[in-house]
């Protein structure tokens, strides 16, 4: 296993954040990056800009919303998979799977399900199935597996600032904790919740009501690892000062280390 820190960031919008994006690759060069909410077409791609930061990409992209990147220092991704089996209906750009640096990297980007209750809800409730169905043998493989991304989840009341003001949010519904429980029970590790069980730890504050200053977050963004790759976890965090940079996405990257040894 090689040395790696993979790190997940929706960045709200790729054209309109590049250099913000450029700059964290710069400033912090993560081996392994999973993108959400692109928001650009395939054509819009910025693969020029990112091969000249020193990475490698694959992208599924989709006008004005959605969309999914995962991108490889000094190395090209290997795609294994694009799009969740279960629906052939579905079109949204939600799901990218590569081997990168010797590891499985699903790039998800759950559906955000506002308002509930309503359709979107529902697409949300029959997305996260589809997750929970597939991840299954992913989690048992033999082979190092992350499942990193926005999964629009707040798993806890630990997980968020204050519930008050999110009780009817798509976000901290019962059914939408409930399945990213399911999920974990699989055997999948929480990354940034094992290493740190009882701090608050946010990824995301949104634009609104100052959250950013008060530090009013919620944790959102998530690094799920199978019994493979998990005893191989020794640091986790998340890189807080580009949500105080201009232009800022209202996440910010979450991380981890992995090491070339189990962790005793």
Partial sequence: MKNLRIATFNVNGLRARLPNLLEWLKREQPD??????????????????????????????????????????????????????GDPEDKHSRYLEAAVHGVLVGCLYLPNGNPQPGPKFDYKLAWFERLIAYAKDLQSSDHPVVLAGDYNVVPTDMDIYNTRSWLKDALLQPESRECYQRLLDQGWTDSLRHLYPEERLYTFWDYFRQHWQSNSGLRIDHLLLNPALSPYLYEAGVDAWVRNEPHASDHAPTWIRIGSRKKR
């Fill in 32 to 85: 392994i990056v999973c993108l959400q909410e692109l928001k650009s077409l395939d054509s819009a791609f910025p693969a020029t800009e990112l091969g000249a930061a020193g990475y490698g990409a694959i992208w599924h992209g989709q006008a004005a919303w959605n969309g999914v990147a995962i991108l490889a220092r000094d190395a090209q991704p290997l795609e294994s998979r694009r799009g969740l089996p």
